[in-house]
């Protein structure tokens, strides 16, 4: 489905060494901020405590994430589980406290704010539970990245399988540097939206990509910067209804869904603001540059070679 059709084809690969310079630099900034600041992690990486409080009544969110914040808990995380008077309070580890000081400090102030509190469990989450969840996390990461690469070079060619790659640890790396510089909590759930931001990446390449593919079989006049551009251009609408219908759910989340979906929504936004920036001028140009041509991607004759009426270059020598 198309709302609009653009007839010229636009030259974006003539823009692309700028581009790609100012993407170079905002991938150096990224990568200095993570190695200047590091990331802020949150309690399932670090360690802390884990304390279920109930209610007589239904809890307000908001007023226990306020009270809780008053103590020096800046980022905590709060949220609704089994009903709407259950709430469960992530707290990350204070240095002078061990876990029964600061659920105390914690009850007494929810009290002041509501004398129904009553604290049902507590329990400690230890820092080798962090390490195996960030290992974990990294392994995941890990393993996206070889599944994608596979994945491209069987599909389409090694060419495309490299430059997806690395405009997907583009994306990655900038989101990470978006976290680190603004120090907002990394938790389990931006994980998630990472790993979401890869796949979103990859596929708006492979639609990209296998419009290159079909403009090599139907164009044969054309050059590759010329196929590329025109790839990118037919595929324009698709990527506006496509991204811009999903932004609109992420924004939702991002304004209405609370705290507990704040970061994970900023995450995806920047994702998907970067991932169509990266898939139409990073992975095109990267592959480009790598020197991909109608060889790599065409294998023997094709049917509109011996001319075709949906060709109207069918029959030119390359």
């Known amino acids: 489905m198309e709302f609009f059709r653009i007839h010229k084809t636009i030259p974006f690969m003539r823009h692309a060494l700028v581009l790609n310079i100012v993407s170079f630099v905002t991938f150096a900034l990224a990568v ?37 914040g008053k103590l020096g808990y800046p980022d905590v995380q709060v949220q609704s589980y089994g009903t709407s008077r ?30 129904s509190a009553t604290q049902r469990g507590i329990e400690v989450v230890g820092p080798q539970v962090g390490e195996e969840l960030t290992t974990n996390g990294l392994k995941a990461l890990g393993m996206v990245v070889v599944g994608i690469m596979i994945y491209l070079a069987i599909r389409f060619e090694w060419k495309f399988a490299v ?57 044969r006049k054309m050059s590759t910067v010329e196929i590329i551009d025109n790839a990118i251009t037919s595929t324009i609408s698709r990527t506006i209804i496509t991204h811009g219908s999903t932004q609109l759910v992420v924004l939702s989340m991002f304004f209405f869904g609370g705290p507990t979906l704040h970061y994970f929504a900023l995450a995806l936004t920047i994702g998907i603001l970067f991932g169509i920036y990266s ?13 991909v041509k109608r060889e790599d991607l065409v294998k023997g004759p094709t049917k509109r070679d011996g001319g075709s009426e949906d060709d109207p270059n069918a029959g030119a020598v390359v």
């Open 86 to 115: 259950d709430v469960q309070i992530r707290l990350p580890a204070q240095k002078g406290m061990n876990s029964d000081q600061q659920s105390a400090q914690v009850m007494q102030a929810l009290k002041t704010v509501d004398p």
């Open 163 to 219: 430059a997806t790659v690395l405009a997907n640890l583009h994306d990655v790396v900038i989101i990470l540097g978006f976290f680190a510089f603004f120090q907002w909590e990394f938790s389990l759930a931006v994980l998630a939206a990472v790993l979401a931001v890869l796949g979103y990446s990859v596929n708006e390449s492979v639609v990209i990509f296998d419009r290159v593919r079909e403009n090599f079989r139907r164009y």
């Open 279 to 291: 898939s139409a001028f990073v992975a095109a140009a990267i592959a480009m540059w790598l020197g």
């Open 32 to 68: 200095f901020f993570l190695l200047h600041r590091g990331l802020h992690l949150s309690v399932e990486f670090t360690g802390g405590t884990v304390m279920e409080v109930a209610y007589q009544q239904s809890a307000d969110i908001g007023k226990v994430r306020e009270a809780i």
